[in-house]
């Protein structure tokens, strides 16, 4: 979970998400209903209470809300049917792996809008998925990882192994680490459960025993696993949540921290232009001027002090190459295999 401040511009965006939509046509039947699936535990203080936190915001301006946490992927479809059956006319599916689910259910259920936080497509005229571009921020993490290795081993921790999202982070980041210092040995270890600290910990001291002295990650609790790891054992370690920077402020060098308030927000604009349909949102640097969906915070900037300036002057060059489109990033489950 971001902090404070930023659970606070999600909860208010997504609150906004809503107050559109109740002004569409297609969530016209019980647009005041909003329900939300969760993954995992809303007390994560990650991905699944920040999508929480933006609920809470809905309930408080009288709209009827709902929720299911730690929903098991057996649960997916009967889950979101469940809610759709009950009236609810929006439907959120916090995490990609929910896209299936509601790609299912959707047609059976033309007026509720399903909109889907992580996922990579969409199914007309009610079903689509909002994200930010984990390439071009997998790519930048690599960037960072290469330069700040000593070893020249680095490592990366993930779930859900083949979700579009997590080919395109992971996968960008083995790419561009290389691309920087093709002599790198980039190790990528996926787990089973997103939530699991133990086996976040497990994997990364695993990554660290072999040499990795900068780890990064995409997970929920369980990157919180892999921050202990880092702080354990001395090595660097990007982040998922400014929590981890007060956690290990020596071994985080940046928290990716991503906007879904924005977002969900920006998703909101296009149902009051009356463009909402199924399909799949990808926001990055070149949509700034709406969101870039994510960006890296450390304190007041966006790296630690320990980032040597000439990197840092590098990965913001990065930045401005991607939002003039200069530069396209597109791994492929190979570049985000599991292994070395």
């Known amino acids: 979970m971001a902090g404070s401040g930023s659970v606070g511009r999600a909860g208010r965006l997504l609150a906004a998400i809503v107050l559109g939509l109740v002004c569409t046509k297609v969530a016209r039947a019980d647009g005041m209903k909003a329900a939300m699936l969760l993954p995992g535990s809303i007390n994560d203080q990650s991905w699944n209470a920040l999508g929480y936190s933006g609920l809470m915001k809905i309930k408080s301006l009288g709209i009827a809300t709902a929720y299911s946490e730690n929903v098991p992927d057996s ?7 469940d809610y759709a059956r009950q009236g609810y006319g929006i439907i959120l599916g916090h995490s990609g792996r929910f896209l299936s689910a509601a790609e299912q259910v959707g047609p059976d259920y033309p007026k509720v809008q399903f909109i889907i936080g992580g996922g990579a497509g969409g199914q007309a005229p009610n079903v689509m998925s909002i994200d930010f571009n984990n390439a071009e921020f997998g790519c930048q993490i690599g960037v960072l990882a290469a330069r700040m ?20 982070q992971a996968g960008a980041f083995r790419l561009c680490a290389r691309k920087a210092r093709p002599d790198i040995t980039v190790t990528i270890i996926y787990i089973k459960d997103m939530e699991d600290a133990a086996s976040g910990k497990e994997a990364a001291l695993s990554l660290i025993a ?30 998922r949540s400014v929590d981890s920077i007060a956690t290990a402020p020596k071994q985080v060098l940046t928290a990716l921290v991503e906007h879904w308030g924005d977002m969900y927000g920006a998703a909101a604009a296009d149902a009051k232009a ?23 915070v450390y304190g007041s900037g966006e790296f630690s002090p320990a980032v040597p300036k000439p990197v840092v002057d590098e990965l913001m060059a990065m930045q401005k190459t991607f939002a003039a489109g200069g530069m396209k990033i597109t791994p492929t489950r190979e570049d985000a295999r599991g292994g070395s």
């Not at 020249?152 to 395109?168: M, R």
């Not at 002295?213 to 982040?239: F, Q």
């Open 210 to 239: 072999n040499g990795a002295d900068v780890l990064t990650g995409k997970l929920n609790a369980a990157m919180n696993g892999v921050i202990a790891a880092a702080k354990e054992k001395g090595v660097y370690a990007t982040a």
């Open 149 to 168: 290795s000593k070893t020249g081993k680095v490592g990366g921790v993930y779930g859900l192994e083949g979700l579009p999202n997590i080919v395109a």
């Open 274 to 296: 009356g463009h909402l349909s199924g399909s799949f949102v990808q926001y990055g640097y070149a949509t700034a001027d709406r969101t870039t969906g994510a960006n890296f």
């Open 75 to 81: 649960d997916d479809t009967a889950s979101m049917e």
